[in-house]
């Protein structure tokens, strides 16, 4: 079995010519409908909602290196209500959220969010967190598909749903993180 290349050293080009085939790794999290994105008691000038919830799922335990490009998919549905229609991880399409506020009079997540895409109600969003849980960079929307690049010093992915109101909401997403690691293969003697 190859051996994964640890740290990079020397130009990019020696790297590329000693690494092998992609070795694929993932981890899956559950995201409850009731996960903020992130925890507001630390990112205070990142705040939303009315303080309802339970704490944001973290994936920790996956290989983060700057530079590094996660493939995130999520599955699942949540409803915004007990007994409601539910949503995928892309949320509900008729309800866009911006910056503006909700039912709670405070604002989404998605006020914080540079998105060349609408933000919507339930969608699945996040972000890049430090090792005592500020936010590294900016939060993202990443709904059913997303591809994302580690900043430097991350040490998890921080996600939730994009709400204001959270108590009420019931069901759950399954979220897989992938990304591909260049394996060092040995050289063939005989070459």
């Known amino acids: 079995m ?3 290349v640890g740290i990079l050293v ?3 080009a020696v790297v590329l010519a000693m690494a092998g085939p992609l070795a694929a790794e993932e981890k899956t999290v559950k995201v409850s409908a009731q996960a903020r994105p992130w925890d507001t008691r630390i990112n205070k000038k990142y705040g939303f909602g009315s303080g309802d919830g339970r704490s944001p799922a973290v994936a920790f335990g996956i290989s983060l290196k700057v530079n590094r490009t996660l493939t995130v998919t999520a599955t699942g549905s949540t409803t915004t209500v007990r007994g409601g229609p539910s949503f995928g991880p892309n949320g509900q399409s008729d309800y866009i959220t911006g910056a503006l506020p909700g039912n709670s009079g405070s604002y989404f997540p ?3 969010i540079k998105s060349d895409n609408p933000v919507r109600l339930n969608q699945l969003v ?3 967190v430090d090792a ?3 936010i590294i960079g900016e939060p993202f929307a990443i709904g059913a598909q997303a591809t994302l690049d580690v900043p430097k010093t991350a040490v998890a ?3 939730g ?3 204001d109101i959270f108590s009420d909401n019931s069901g759950e997403l399954i979220v897989t993180i992938s990304y591909r690691t260049p394996t060092v293969t040995a050289e063939d003697p005989a070459e």
């Open 110 to 112: 998605s006020r914080y």
């Open 10 to 12: 020397g130009v990019a």
């Open 126 to 128: 996040g972000a890049f």
């Open 157 to 159: 992915l921080s996600m």
């Open 161 to 163: 749903l994009n709400d």
């Open 132 to 134: 005592d849980g500020v």
């Open 2 to 4: 190859a051996a994964r």
